[in-house]
């Protein structure tokens, strides 16, 4: 079944016995985040989550239902993009991008099929009304205060939507992009927009402010997952998330053009809140926040969105998500983009075996990296690239073992690291961006970070002793006691 809407997904989930419907009235503020809390830190994630009974802050019914935790599984995140297995989406991009010209008039003709393929996804116009128009708010009918925003955490400074696309354009050269970035209701018709400093948006947004125009910005909630998930992909900033997100359901997603403002947005959202930011006003207070750290981030200052129309489905529904102390949704987002980008990552550093960041270090705080090593200093060569590339310039510590060393499992990795490591030899500091999230740096965004080099060690790194063999089994005992082990009677 293809996935075209939130709702189609919803659908799906449902079938595959992934959701679990709520009846019971539930507060947006603060109770709904406690039942998803608990639910997101059961195994594997738990189920996706569809309150039909959601109560707003004035204490009446939401006409809408609430939906949370989607993609919080790897089964449903792999699900939200249509295949069994996310390193199936790697694999597809490998292909891709080994443009290596075949030999031969035939094999340079199989090139085409693939060829032909990237151009079907560009996105495309949908025509006649979109359904994510069927009802429009303008003007004195705009009314935030109607849709279930969630106030997440009790220190909060607001209610919050988490789960958004807000899509803008490069104005010199007419690019969109489409981030996931927080959004706090400030009131009825305006929202702050927290796009971090190193976000494609805030890029934008400061072009504007130097042309002294006016910024449009939508913000779609609830679409088809892979666009859904590709507003949280880290793409360099000349791809268009929604082509990215065609290529990843295998068939364009469909745009519309917003009704108030030059953007298209996603035809089958559910809602579309359409607006735009004055560069010329002085920022606004955002914050502070429960963030995915599991920390709460402090107020600072964002930009307003003045709403100019809400745009709606004639039954959205109102997908969420609630970060906090790991693991959560996001975690499982996150390693989508892990999973998916490893291919992109071993472009430019080939040496790369595989990547992970566990949940414990949201991300930026904590990376393993295996690597194929080749030449002494090699693993500092791995850590300098990594520190130079878009998002991953603002991991704090890189770990570096060995390609045999798995780590996806960090319990594994933290023990080839911890006992290959002279600290004093091996442990490197330098300095750089860090997240805006990072309490604990020196400055905000700037700070120190730690580069581990928990590789086995050459003599030229300083190492002239032996380096030991790790314990293994032979085979022919394993085999003998594959033989035995149903006899033993051990369980
Ligand atoms: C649930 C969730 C919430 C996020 N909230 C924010 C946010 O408020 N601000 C921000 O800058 N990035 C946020 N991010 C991270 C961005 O979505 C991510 O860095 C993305 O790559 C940004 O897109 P861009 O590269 O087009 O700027 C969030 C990610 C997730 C999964």
């Known amino acids: 079944m293809s996935l075209d809407s939130l709702s189609d997904f919803i659908t799906a989930l449902d079938r595959a016995g992934e959701l679990h419907r709520i009846t019971a009235p539930v507060r947006v503020h603060l109770e709904l985040t406690e039942i998803a809390d608990r639910v997101s830190k059961q195994p594997n994630g738990g189920k996706a989550l569809l309150f039909e009974h959601a109560v707003l802050r004035d204490g009446t019914r939401s006409p809408y239902p609430v939906a949370i935790n989607l993609f919080g599984s790897m089964r449903r995140m792999a699900m939200a993009l249509g295949v069994d297995d996310l390193e199936s989406i790697g694999a597809r991009i490998t292909e891709l991008l080994d443009l290596k010209v075949p030999e031969g008039l035939f094999g340079k003709l199989s ?10 996804f560009p996105p495309r116009m949908k025509s006649g009304t979109p359904a994510c128009q069927e009802i429009v708010w303008r003007g004195d009918e705009i009314d935030l205060d109607k849709i279930p925003v969630l106030t997440c955490w009790p220190e909060d ?37 927290h796009w971090q400093r190193h976000k494609t948006g805030a890029e934008h947004m400061r072009q504007m402010a130097a042309r002294g125009e006016k910024m449009p910005v939508c913000i779609a909630i609830g679409a088809d997952p892979a666009s859904m998930y590709s507003a949280s992909a880290p793409l360099p900033p000349n791809i268009d998330e929604f082509l990215f997100a065609g290529f990843l359901r295998r068939d364009p997603v469909r745009l519309a053009k917003a009704v108030t403002c030059d953007l298209e947005v996603p035809a089958d959202a559910d809602f579309v809140i359409e607006g735009y930011i004055d560069p010329a006003d002085a920022l606004v207070i955002e914050g502070p926040f429960g963030d995915h750290t599991g920390f709460y981030s402090e107020a600072d200052l964002y930009p307003k969105v003045y709403v100019t129309a809400v745009t709606m489905r004639k039954n959205p529904v109102y997908s969420t998500t609630i970060v906090g102390r790991p693991p959560m949704e996001d975690f499982y987002l996150g390693h989508a983009t892990e999973r998916i980008f490893l291919p992109l990552l071993k472009l430019t550093t080939p040496e790369v075996v595989d990547y992970h960041m566990p949940a414990e270090g949201g991300f930026h705080n904590l990376v393993f990296v295996s690597i194929d090593k080749k030449y002494p200093g090699h693993a500092d060569k791995v850590m300098h690239a990594l520190w130079g590339q878009g998002l991953m310039s603002l991991a704090k510590v890189l770990v570096v073992v060995d390609k045999e060393v798995n780590v996806r499992n960090p319990v594994e ?10 600290p004093e030899r091996d442990v490197r500091f330098t300095m750089g961006p860090v997240d805006v999230l ?3 740096s020196r400055a905000f965004t700037y700070g120190s970070k730690m580069g581990i ?10 190492s002239t002793r032996v380096w030991p063999r790790v314990i293994a089994m032979d085979d022919a005992t394993k085999a003998k006691v594959d033989a035995l082990w149903p006899t033993l009677g051990i369980s």
């Open 111 to 120: 090139l085409l099929p693939r060829l032909m393929e990237i151009a079907k």
């Open 413 to 422: 990795a933290w023990w080839a690291a911890l006992n290959n490591i002279d």
């Open 438 to 440: 990072d309490h604990a």
């Open 157 to 193: 400074g607001g209610p919050y939507i988490t789960l958004t696309m807000v899509i803008s354009k490069d104005p010199a050269r007419g690019i969109r992009n489409v981030g996931m970035y927080r959004v706090q209701q400030l009131d009825k018709q305006s929202v702050a927009m």
């Open 453 to 462: 080099d928990a590789t086995r060690k050459w003599p030229e790194e300083g």
